[in-house]
């Protein structure tokens, strides 16, 4: 889940959800008027003409009933990764020395020193969590890849891969469970899209989309993504996204500047083109985004990570966590607020009893102590709002990111009729060693 520079406090994405709240209202309108309608009917009125509709053309292709519960009951029989590993030791991420500078006199190989080996020891139990967390990913991964194809909707890929990966995280509160909602943006739209109830969208043949999802054990989360295509002529974008990845996750380590970690991935993006349909494009680095650092229950801690040069010199630190996660476009190379709204946080500085103090709806109170029981700092979607059973939640959820409790998180586009691609990993600058935590053999 990218964190966007100079975000703000996205009032427009807010008040973007008025046309939601209208059509929440119009849909029970709606309703009610079938009810009364329903009413009206003659008792000779034929079944048939009472149950006929016109078909959608742009719906997509139904997942029969029985089909879906034999999916949902194929992965309830699957053995969480807890129990996968009952000793807890489970697997460990890619392991990277850190290199020993030539001209350092004073340089220590943190891989043999005793010191820096008996500090890693002590942080054992974060590490075994995230472990559980990274390796819970990768089997929801390698499971998603072995099935999502286009035809398919939106929101089945997203509720299919959701409930993979609870079970397999075995979801328990907030002890462990998804960090965030899938993100699966679609061709110009980079970041921050999963839909909500009613989207119809359907996956195209020749359609880029960025699989973007998160776990957690304890708070300590893995973030981590990839991108999907169909069509093999936006494989040179892919792959120039995934090498500039993978070039940043090398860059990183202990006092390294983190415009120095920039300036190496755009210098790779930017190595690389693309030809569509005739015409050449360059690829860039959308300079808005950036991968971050990550605390307990925190998915942006505060430091960003750029992916193009300049920009902040502060330098990485030991057991630092960092998502190092790229995106390239053949577009401008910068994303603006875009679409309706589906993804929300709770501001993490937020105090829930002040917050309480000043909503006036209790409504809005209701969904607060909603969110606040069920996700806490961690973002949220408005699926998983009804998948709680709250329902005509939207003028309360307004309300919430009006007064600044909740921060909206809108759809992050750039241009029209570009594509975008997405690649990230989550690692830890341990004090004897850099694990790159998600790393897998898929990527």
């Known amino acids: 889940m990218p964190s966007k520079k100079n975000k703000g406090k996205a009032t427009a994405a807010a008040n973007d959800d008025i046309d939601a709240i209208l059509a929440e209202l119009d849909a029970d309108e709606k309703k009610a008027n079938n009810k009364q309608s329903s009413k009206k009917k003659g008792k000779g009125q034929s079944t048939a003409d009472a149950n006929a509709s016109t078909p959608n053309e742009n ?50 190989n943190r891989m043999t ?31 998603v890849k072995s099935w999502i194809k286009p035809g ?28 965030f909602p899938t993100g699966c943006s679609l061709n110009h739209c980079a970041a921050h899209y999963t839909p909500n109830a009613g989207d119809k969208t359907i996956l195209g043949e020749h359609d880029v989309c960025k699989i973007d999802f998160g776990v957690h054990v ?24 995934k090498e500039a990845t993978n070039a940043g996750i090398k860059a990183a380590g202990i006092d390294v500047r983190l ?40 998915i942006h801690a505060g430091k960003s990570v750029p ?38 946080m709770l501001n993490f500085d937020a105090d829930i009893q002040r917050a309480n103090g000043i909503l006036r709806v209790a409504r809005s109170k209701q969904l607060l102590h909603t969110i606040n029981n069920n996700f806490g700092t961690l ?29 909206p998180y809108p759809p992050l586009s750039d241009v029209k009729g570009c594509y975008t691609a997405q690649w990230e990993h989550t690692l830890v600058l341990r004090p004897t060693c850099k694990e790159v935590l998600s790393r897998g053999d898929d990527y």
């Open 59 to 108: 719906s997509p292709p139904e997942v029969k009933s029985d089909e879906k519960e034999e999916i949902f009951k194929a992965i309830a029989a699957l053995k969480p990764i807890d129990e996968q590993f009952p000793d807890r030791n489970y697997p460990l991420g890619e392991i990277c020395e850190y290199p020993v500078d030539k001209d350092d006199t004073n340089a220590i």
């Open 218 to 241: 304890n708070g300590r989360i893995v973030d981590c993504a990839f991108t999907v295509n169909f069509d093999h002529k936006f494989d040179p974008l892919v792959n120039a996204v």
């Open 307 to 344: 992916i193009v040069k300049g920009g902040d010199q502060t330098k990485m630190e030991e057991n630092e966590f960092y998502a190092i996660e790229t995106f390239g476009s053949t577009g401008k190379g910068h994303v603006h607020d875009d679409m309706e709204v589906s993804h929300y």
């Open 379 to 407: 973002a949220f979607c408005r699926r998983w709002l009804d998948r709680l059973g709250e329902t005509k939640y939207l003028m309360a959820l307004k309300d919430l990111c009006d007064k600044g409790i909740v921060e």
């Open 259 to 298: 415009c120095d970690v920039g300036e190496i991935i755009e210098e790779v993006m930017t190595s690389h083109e693309i030809e569509l349909d005739g015409k050449t494009y360059p690829i860039k680095s959308i300079r808005n985004l950036s991968g971050h650092s990550i605390e307990r229950y925190r």
């Open 113 to 143: 020193n005793a010191e820096k080996k008996q500090l890693d020891t002590s942080f054992e139990d974060d590490y075994r969590d995230v472990r559980r967390a990274a390796e819970s990913h990768r089997q929801t991964r390698k499971y």
């Open 152 to 179: 398919m909707s939106m929101i089945d890929i997203c509720e299919r891969l959701e409930a993979h990966s609870r079970k397999m995280i075995n979801e328990q509160g907030l002890k462990a469970g998804l960090a």
